[in-house]
């Protein structure tokens, strides 16, 4: 028997592809061939390609935060900056175009947007969040996001592209770096 057809399920469908190959390589007939549809059929449900990309970046990005919440209920400060550190590296590697869906913007992939409305606006706030009590200029606190983000990532990128030596433990040294970065920030407690 045939799944009836959806927008929620097309979009795991496209996230479950997307995690095999890649969200770049991404395409309506080759999902189509996948469900077992027409490329046309499709259309009824995304008008464009950009949109199903769209749905599969917030699907992954629903299902990162879902995983963030739950780990961050208990902690509090600069514990919850590591475990929000550890809990996105974590899930990138078990996801591995992760990375990729964070940075697809929902109009065309071209146009800028605001940190908070793209794709890992949510994780930002999540960020965010865990930030206010510690920092509570709002500029001060704009910079530090940026610099934790652009640490995490960038260690991250390096480390699943093999830049490390394999005798590193990639958790262990993130959280050592995480606890390097959060001596930078003012006003913090552990």
Do not use: C, W
């Not at 999902?31 to 499709?42: F, W």
């Not at 706030?125 to 001060?140: G, H, Y």
């Amino acid at each position: 028997m045939k799944k009836a057809l959806s927008r929620d399920y097309i979009v795991t469908e496209a996230y479950h592809v997307a995690e095999q190959d890649s969200l770049q390589k991404l395409s309506l007939r080759g999902m189509a061939r996948h469900l077992g549809v027409q490329p046309q059929t499709l259309y009824h449900y995304f008008p464009s390609l950009d949109d199903l990309k769209a749905g599969v970046a917030d699907y992954g990005r629903q299902l990162v935060e879902h995983e963030l919440y739950t780990k961050l209920v208990p902690v509090s400060g600069k514990d919850a900056l590591k475990v929000f550190a550890i809990t996105l590296f974590s899930f990138a590697q078990d996801h591995p175009s992760f990375q990729e869906m964070l940075t697809t913007e929902h109009h065309g992939f071209r146009s800028p947007l605001k940190l908070e409305d793209a794709p890992a606006g949510a994780i930002v706030n999540i960020l965010r969040d865990i930030l206010t009590p510690m920092v509570t200029d709002e500029q001060e606190r704009e910079r530090m996001m940026r610099f934790f983000l652009s640490t995490l990532f960038g260690y991250a990128k390096l480390s699943f592209n093999g830049f490390f030596p394999q005798s590193v433990n990639a958790e262990a040294d993130l959280s050592d770096l995480i606890d390097m970065v959060t001596q930078v920030i003012p006003n913090g407690s552990k």
